[in-house]
T-cell receptor, first 114, second 114 residues
Framework: KAGVTQTPRYLIKTRGQQVTLSCSPI?????VSWYQQTPGQGLQFLFEYFSETQRNKGNFPGRFSGRQFSNSRSEMNVSTLELGDSALYLC?????????????FGPGTRLTVL | SQQGEEDPQALSIQEGENATMNCSYKTSINNLQWYRQNSGRGLVHLIL?????REKHSGRLRVTLDTSKKSSSLLITASRAADTASYFC??????????????FGTGTQLKVEL
């Protein structure tokens, strides 16, 4: 099975712009979670989608949003970018229902905000 | 916010030695997982231990969990240069969110030298 893929891998934006990141989970996985990783804050949970519904949300401002499509692919959007949004954005998918399952991570999208 | 603190922050050992990393967390958990991350890339799941388990093995990995002390340890035996990476503990807890939300620790950077 192909692993979790994320596009693009690298992105450079300027303050005030918006960005959309994409994640394709492992085939058959219905849960997709997003994490932000920075040197200062570490790995922070953004949100999780399961069967096209947001199941959980972290403590991020409303500028961070996401969605999931019927094929389980997910996108996250960040509007009005700030310098502090520079980070590695990781997507993870999981197969079974239930909670706290093993997560399969993609390689990440490195976002730089200038 | 991060649930777990890991210790040490950095660890340097010689190939063939054992490496032990510790993780402490704050709330009651459903399970605890360990992940490895190579140089700013995606995370790889290593092992999951449930709250009613005390010890688990997988190959050269041994994980212990002490829920009374809210702590876990990861032991890598006979380490290899390829084990050089950052290691994170992650907890799943209904108290910090359901679904597949994981709360990550701060991580231990392991360097295995030849």
């Amino acid at each position: 099975k192909a692993g979790v893929t994320q596009t693009p891998r690298y992105l450079i934006k300027t303050r005030g712009q918006q960005v959309t990141l994409s994640c394709s989970p492992i085939s058959g996985h219905r849960s997709v979670s997003w994490y932000q990783q920075t040197p200062g804050q570490g790995l922070q949970f953004l949100f999780e989608y399961f069967s096209e519904t947001q199941r959980n949300k972290g403590n991020f401002p409303g500028r961070f949003s996401g969605r999931q499509f019927s094929n389980s692919r997910s996108e996250m959007n960040v509007s009005t970018l700030e310098l502090g949004d520079s980070a590695l954005y990781l997507c993870a998918s999981s197969y079974p229902g239930g909670s706290y399952n093993e997560q399969f991570f993609g390689p990440g999208t490195r976002l730089t905000v200038l | 916010s991060q649930q777990g603190e890991e210790d040490p922050q950095a660890l340097s050992i010689q190939e063939g030695e054992n490496a032990t990393m510790n993780c402490s967390y704050k709330t009651s958990i459903n399970n605890l997982q360990w992940y490895r991350q190579n140089s700013g890339r995606g995370l790889v799941h290593l092992i999951l231990i449930r709250s009613n388990e005390r010890e688990k093995h997988s190959g050269r990995l041994r994980v212990t969990l002490d829920t009374s002390k809210k702590s876990s340890s990861l032991l890598i035996t006979a380490s290899r240069a390829a084990d050089t990476a950052s290691y994170f503990c992650a907890t799943g807890s209904i108290l910090t969110g359901g679904g597949n939300k994981l709360t990550f620790g701060t991580g231990t950077q392991l360097k295995v030298e030849l």
